[in-house]
């Protein structure tokens, strides 16, 4: 059987590609990238620290404002504007349905942190600096980051409006980035029950955490490979978890 | 050979909260032969979409029974013969129509040379020349159906299922699409399309199926549905003046210098004829009227309700 999934790829990056949306948040991106140039010249200190500092705080704001705002609006707009009649009747399981919107999305991402990146490399040897292995190592956990963001809000956007796939993607990227009070709130517990409760809750939620190394490249700290490696496993597997999850809820769906 | 074998379908929606059930579909069979025009034939909300989508795996069934050259059709090789044009059918308005052909080729692996190769004759073939590099936000609802034909035939489908093909098309576009039907069955390919434009199924279809209230109310040849099924007869005379004919029967209308009258019941014929010409008239012509297709709908639906 002769699956082909890059045609799917491929149009999902178009529509994200043909969306105005898209472009304005790379051009704010990238603006907001430059600007921290001008703020790392008002700032007392070290230019090039508040450069990434500032810098990679905005290129990393844009591409998760991107990433929820294009992956909210996939799914649901295929099924609201019946485009999906189209592939769903082709050859085309709805298992390769969610794949080829992931992988379509997940190009587009590229994308956009490609464009970003050139531009803060850029500004990096404007300031004096060389190439920094680092940054780079920085944009690669970034898209690590992104992919997950991109797969939480497919799956969202896989049975709900987009309004709704917002709020929880939106949530769930603001508890991923808070893990860690979860163990102190397991402190506060009494019960055992609630406490298995916490620790469920700490395992299942996406701790995105792991894939922020602002500080180790802005403070040039070093960084450990196995780390690295780990928070690059644990991606996959939460991706895939999500994705197999995305395409038992479709599996369900009606088209009416 | 059969091509599609549906038995005992059924399907019910829900409002929300489940609260109540709407049975949309009550136990349909329908099987369509290979090589032939098979009309579905029903009034809005008859079931006609419901039942496409079922066979399109678009909606699960409730019960039921759906295969598709044997196979069951939630599978995605039963799917492939298929080429499939639903009802008022969207596509992605950012693109153009020899990129949505491009993709449709790309779902069913089609090599590019033979896609392009493709592409380019289904564009002739349903009227779009010109208009390929055309963004579809632009289209009318007369050229997105055409482009909807195109993209169902992409992969030269043996078996078609059309929802409502003509609507959204001018005349001109109808009896186009009517002639590449047409052209569709020769070439031996299976069409099974709905609609309920009497005029166009009448004119094209080898057998028909009438959906009433989710049931098939009535299935078979179109020729079988039809013949024998007199519906009145005609008298046509002249010389004759409107009083005497008033005297004669009372059911007639003139046309030019002529008179048609109107007989429901056949036994009366003789009469009618020899009183004309006992009134010195002249018997032009004694027309049997056969039932059409709309008549053995419309009483169909009567029956129903």
Not at chain 1, 125 to 150: R, T
Request: charged fraction near 20%; aromatic fraction near 12%.
């Amino acid at each position: 059987m002769k699956i082909n999934i890059k045609g799917l790829i491929l149009n999902t990056f178009k529509e994200s590609a043909r969306n105005k949306m898209f472009y304005l948040l790379i051009f704010f991106g990238i603006l907001f990238a430059l600007s921290s140039k001008l703020i790392s010249f008002l700032t007392l200190g070290d230019a090039m620290k508040v450069l990434k500092d500032t810098g990679l705080a905005a290129i990393n704001f844009f591409c998760v404002l991107i990433a929820i705002f294009t992956g909210i609006n996939l799914v649901y707009k295929e099924v609201e504007k019946k485009t999906i009649f189209n592939i769903l009747s082709k050859p085309v399981t709805r298992g390769h349905f969610i794949i080829g919107k992931f992988f379509g999305l997940a190009l587009t991402m590229l994308l956009a942190l490609a464009a970003m990146a050139v531009i803060f490399f850029l500004l990096v040897f404007l300031v004096g600096g060389g190439f920094d292995l680092k940054i780079l190592l920085y944009f690669f956990m970034l898209y690590l980051e992104l992919l997950i963001i991109v797969a939480i809000s497919l799956l969202f956007s896989s049975f709900s409006t987009p309004i709704l796939s917002f709020i929880f993607t939106v949530s769930l990227y603001l508890i991923g980035h808070i893990m860690w009070t979860f163990n102190e709130f397991k402190m506060l517990l009494q019960s055992k029950l609630w406490i298995k409760f916490a620790q469920f809750l700490y395992y299942i939620m996406p701790n995105l955490d792991k894939f922020n190394i602002k500080n180790d490249v802005v403070l040039d700290l070093p960084l450990q490979a196995t780390t690295i490696l780990f928070s690059v496993l644990y991606a996959l597997v939460y991706i895939l978890a999500l994705l197999t999850v995305t395409v038992m809820i479709f599996r369900r769906r009606e088209f009416i | 050979m059969r091509i599609l074998e549906i038995t005992n379908l059924k399907k019910t929606f829900h409002s929300n909260f489940l609260i109540k059930k709407y049975r949309i579909l009550k136990g349909i069979d329908i099987s369509v032969e290979a090589g032939e025009i098979y009309g579905f034939l029903g009034p809005n909300g008859a079931g006609k979409t419901t039942t496409i989508k079922c066979i399109m795996g678009l909606l699960f069934p409730d019960e039921g029974e759906i295969l598709i050259n044997g196979r069951p059709a939630d599978t995605i090789d039963a799917r492939r013969p298929i080429g499939f044009l639903p009802e008022n059918p969207y596509f992605y308005d950012y693109l153009n129509a020899n990129e949505l052909l491009n993709f449709s080729a790309s779902l069913y692996s089609i090599p590019a040379a033979a896609a392009r190769e493709r592409i380019d004759r289904l564009i002739q073939q349903v009227g779009l020349a010109g208009f390929e590099r055309l963004k579809l936000r632009k289209f009318s609802k007369g050229m997105t159906q055409r482009l909807g034909m195109a993209q169902a035939l992409i992969q030269d489908p043996d078996f078609l299922i059309l929802d409502e093909p003509f609507s959204g098309l001018d005349p001109i576009g109808r009896k186009e699409f009517r002639d590449l039907i047409l052209n569709l069955k020769e070439q031996g390919k299976t069409i099974f399309f709905s609609s309920h434009i009497l005029q166009d199924m009448e004119m094209m279809v080898d057998r028909v199926g009438i959906i009433i209230n989710g049931k098939i109310s009535r299935q078979g040849k179109l020729s079988e549905l039809i013949a024998g099924s007199t519906r009145c007869h005609e008298i046509v005379c002249s010389q004759i003046s409107e009083k005497q004919l008033a005297l004669i029967h009372p059911n007639f209308v003139r046309r030019d210098n002529q008179y048609i009258i109107t007989l429901d019941n056949e036994a009366e014929i003789n009469l009618v004829v020899e009183s004309i010409i006992h009134n010195n008239g002249l018997v032009i012509a004694v027309n049997p009227v056969k039932k059409t297709l709309e008549d053995i709908f419309l009483n169909e639906i009567g029956e129903v309700q």
